[in-house]
């Protein structure tokens, strides 16, 4: 599976943005469909994941009611489409997936993923 990472910039603090991984092929069956962000000098944290078992998604407390992350199954894509942004949003967004279903308490751990998008650049200027 290669993933593809796109639609990062620079947005105004309060703007929008919205991120796509696009999937060379589909997925594990039910893997689960992720995003994390790393700001410079910092450990990679995570942001959001779907369950595609039932299409649940999980999101870090961060970003909760600003961000929310959606899929398009015919497409192999997944989004995140980010509002409110603030200053400490900036990072690099990485989309991750892997082999195979995820225990849910593990969703939100970036080793548990074994196929990573190059990621795409978001800056939010203040």
């Known amino acids: 599976v290669q993933l593809q990472a796109f639609g990062g910039g620079l947005v105004q603090a309060g703007g929008s943005l919205r991120l796509t991984c696009a999937a060379s092929?589909?997925?594990?069956?039910?893997?689960?469909m992720a995003w994390f962000r790393q700001a410079p000098g910092k450990e990679r944290d995570f942001v959001a994941a779907?369950?595609?078992?039932?299409?649940?998604?999980y999101y870090a407390d961060s970003v909760k009611g600003r961000f929310t992350i959606s899929r398009d199954k015919a497409k192999n894509t997944v989004y995140l489409e980010m509002n409110s942004l603030k200053p400490e949003d900036t990072a690099i967004y990485y989309c991750?997936?892997?082999?195979?279903?995820?225990?849910?308490?593990?969703?939100?751990?970036?080793?548990?993923?074994?196929?990573w998008g190059q990621g795409t650049q978001v800056t939010v200027s203040s």
């Open positions: 991750a997936t892997r082999d195979r279903r995820i225990v849910i308490s593990s969703i939100n751990r970036a080793g548990q993923y074994n196929y």
């Open positions: 092929t589909g997925a594990g069956s039910n893997a689960p």
């Open positions: 779907l369950d595609t078992w039932n299409n649940r998604p």
